[in-house]
């Protein structure tokens, strides 16, 4: 188990790299920080002085090197437009972004799991094609488009939910809707598929021939195997979470990390933009090597492999 972790581990380290190394000459080419630091109408010679005082004017490897040393000391730099220390900004928005994404993810679980146990228990039957024709829906349906329509109905015209802001819990219920929907799909295919297959094994056969109540071997037997697959999409399905929710963030004006790059975005503010990206996936990163690992404390196959 150990060794499996180390792999892991290490494994996990060259992809952040990776990550890091990308994103940083990604954003570099998007656009010129030193016309973004003094304006578009500023002279040649004021350029040429930006780009000698930040080291612009040095080979992108060696800007990029620079960069990560100091990133790795601590040091994130200071924020183009904000003025003010990009770790403490970042730091500041986490929270929210954070909470979005769970909530999201536990609303995504609270409709994906009952609806996947009741379309595998009544497989091809009209519970299983209402429950398909919800993950479908789902699926297919812009989450920007499902949070535009959950603002017509709950805030305009019915006027229970507030529109924008993150200052009360219930300015979090239309954007964990619109997001958590968006990913409940997939789990709840998961749990169908895991479900189907479990619930035709012999060990399900034999503890029915038992006598055992319909709900324990639903509840206990079966769903318990069915969910193990479930772990790992858990973690990957967070990590999308918490990257994804640019647009939502954007829509219901929430405090967060999404909102946050949305502004550096337009308004080119590199130093932050590096540091979201960097953040974002060093996050993903780490959710998905935590259900590498717990898929392999569940399945002793996997650490056998």
């Known amino acids: 188990m150990i060794a499996y972790i180390v792999k892991r581990l290490g494994l996990a380290l060259l992809v952040a790299l990776a990550v890091s190394a990308l994103a940083f000459f990604l954003i570099r080419l998007s656009g010129d920080v030193a016309t973004a630091i003094a304006g578009e109408g500023a002279r040649q010679e004021d350029l040429d ?11 992108l490897v060696v800007q990029y090197l620079s960069w990560l040393w100091q990133t790795l000391r601590g040091d994130f730099g200071t924020s183009i437009y904000f003025k003010t220390d990009v770790s403490s900004l970042v730091l500041a928005k986490l929270p929210v972004t954070l909470l979005l994404g769970l909530t999201s993810l536990l609303f995504a679980l609270v409709i994906s799991i009952p609806l996947g146990v009741l379309a595998a228990v009544y497989s091809n039957s009209w519970i299983d094609r209402l429950a398909l024709g919800v993950a479908v829906v789902g699926q297919a349906l812009p989450n920007f488009f499902f949070a535009l329509c959950l603002v017509m109905l709950f805030s305009i015209t019915l006027r229970w939910l507030p529109v924008s802001g993150s200052s009360t819990w219930l300015h979090f219920v239309m954007p964990t809707i619109a997001l958590g929907y968006y990913v409940a799909p997939a789990f709840m295919r998961l749990i169908r598929a895991g479900m189907i297959e479990v619930l035709s094994a012999d060990y399900i056969r034999t503890a029915r021939a038992k006598g055992l109540p319909a709900r324990t071997v639903i509840f206990k037997h079966a769903l318990r195997n069915a969910v193990v697959p479930v772990v790992a999409l858990t973690a990957v399905q967070l990590g999308f979470l918490l990257g994804g929710s640019v ?22 503010d590199f130093p932050v933009m590096q540091v979201i ?17 717990a898929n392999a404390w569940l399945d002793p196959r996997i650490r056998v492999a």
Not at 255 to 266: C, E
Request: aromatic share 12%.
């Open 277 to 293: 990206v960097l953040l974002l996936s060093v996050i993903y990163v780490l959710l998905t090597l935590a259900s590498d690992i």
């Open 49 to 59: 002085i930006i780009r000698q005082t930040y080291g612009l004017d040095r080979p």
């Open 247 to 268: 647009v939502i963030e954007t829509i219901f004006a929430l405090d967060g990390l999404g909102y946050l790059a949305y502004q550096s975005i337009t308004y080119k």
